[in-house]
Nanobody, 120 residues
Framework: QVQLVESGGGLVQPGGSLRLSCAASGSIFSIYSMGWYRQAPGKQRELVASITSGGSTNYADSVKGRFTISRDNAKNTVYLQMNSLKPEDTAVYYC??????????????WGQGTQVTVSS
């Protein structure tokens, strides 16, 4: 069994910052790509940022220059530093990870989601 547990969401004013964390635990042999998606009400889930095991990153155009994804491989944790937040960043944020379990089964796992609300 593998679990992804997110933390760090909340309410913030426009222009503010938040840092999301997502820790993977369980029967993990190795973790490949990790990432963050978000889903706003009435919209499809969209990729925010992703990072490979080697540290290569990819960002949605809407967050480039404002958000930074990073990971701590020793802790099986991925982070999303969000600066200069805008009301349009309001959404439920989900982390995911492509994991090879100890019985050598590769799968994509998802966290439960954390709400980020940007409002004055």
């Amino acid at each position: 069994q593998v679990q992804l547990v997110e933390s760090g969401g909340g309410l913030v004013q426009p222009g503010g910052s938040l840092r999301l964390s997502c820790a993977a635990s369980g029967s993990i042999f190795s973790i490949y790509s990790m990432g963050w998606y978000r889903q706003a009400p009435g919209k499809q889930r969209e990729l925010v940022a992703s990072i490979t095991s080697g540290g290569s990153t990819n960002y949605a155009d809407s967050v480039k220059g404002r958000f930074t994804i990073s990971r701590d491989n020793a802790k099986n944790t991925v982070y999303l530093q969000m600066n200069s937040l805008k009301p349009e960043d309001t959404a439920v944020y989900y982390c995911n990870a492509d994991i090879l379990t100890t019985d050598y089964r590769p799968s994509r796992y998802w966290g439960q989601g954390t709400q980020v609300t940007v409002s004055s």
